[in-house]
């Protein structure tokens, strides 16, 4: 059974501003200078997940492709690695909602339900208890989306297969969005950096997999998405790649931001 207690934030005033004010702004000057979006849509999206001053740029180049589906993302699929707690497969946390700044996001009961019949999925309110990369992406959409219900799952030691198989059983239709929480390398120079991003984001648009969390520390998630995305004849695209020596930090040592949108196959879309 889910536990109806709610999770408090925990990076509030660390990650992003812990007053509500203070961050709705911030996320919308954020998303007035994003960079110019996709035409359409996306079912899906990889954003990083690091502190705002130094992501959040890069965030809301992904965030902004969402402006025209306000009304109709119903559902938000939220993936992303783990940093703290190790764990076996996938985690749901042990919670009903969880409360932010900007409001309480609310558990989607019916997607928990079908996700927990997989072996690969169980609930952990360790696992969520301290976690960031899902926290963070969730005052952009609150900013972006009207009223929506979450699915966040913290990916832990996993196959892409088991991770295309939990996306597949929740895939759902235009009402349903997936999101991806990932950066990309980390702690190395300037113009190295440059050049290992650069690739990694070569092989996600060209859907191919990536070879380990030197690329990504959500390489696992992004791998089970990668993995879909073949299956179902999707298009992905590069929005924005910059790192943290282009935002808020010194270029010794970097780490990787990537934004990234996938367009459904007409095929497939429902």
């Not at 900013?143 to 759902?172: H, K, N, Q, R, Y």
Request: hydrophobic letters at 45%; proline letters at 6%.
């Amino acid at each position: 059974m889910i536990n109806p207690a709610t999770r408090a934030p925990a990076v509030a005033g660390m990650f992003y501003p812990g007053s509500a004010a203070v961050l709705m702004d911030e996320v919308q000057q954020f998303m007035a200078n994003a960079k110019a979006g996709v035409a359409g849509i996306p079912k899906a999206l990889i954003v990083p997940h690091a502190g705002y001053v130094y992501s959040g740029p890069v965030a809301a180049s992904a965030y902004a492709c969402l402006a025209a589906a306000r009304g109709s993302i119903k559902r938000v699929v939220l993936l992303g690695p783990t940093h703290r707690v190790a764990i076996r497969g996938l985690a749901l946390p042990a919670t009903g909602a969880f409360d932010m700044p900007l409001g309480r996001v609310t558990l989607d009961a019916e997607l928990e339900q079908m996700v927990l019949k997989l072996p690969q999925v169980q609930q952990s309110a360790a696992v969520h208890a301290q976690e960031h990369s899902l926290e963070v992406q969730l005052p952009f959409l609150q900013m972006i989306l009207d009223d929506f219900t979450l699915l966040p799952l913290a990916v832990g030691m996993a196959s892409a297969e088991e991770v295309a198989e939990v996306l597949d059983c929740v895939w759902g239709g235009r009402e349903t969005l997936i999101v991806i929480s990932s950066d990309l390398s980390h702690y190395h120079p300037y113009a190295q950096a440059q050049q290992l991003d650069q690739e990694t984001a070569r092989q996600i648009v060209a859907l191919q997999p990536l070879a380990d969390h030197q690329q990504a520390c959500g390489a696992t998630p992004i791998n089970g998405l990668l993995l879909c995305a073949r299956h179902r004849g999707m298009q992905a695209q590069l929005l924005d790649l910059r790192n943290s020596g282009d935002t808020a930090g010194d270029r010794s040592r970097v780490v990787g931001y990537g934004a990234f949108a996938f367009q459904e196959s007409p095929a497939y879309e429902q």
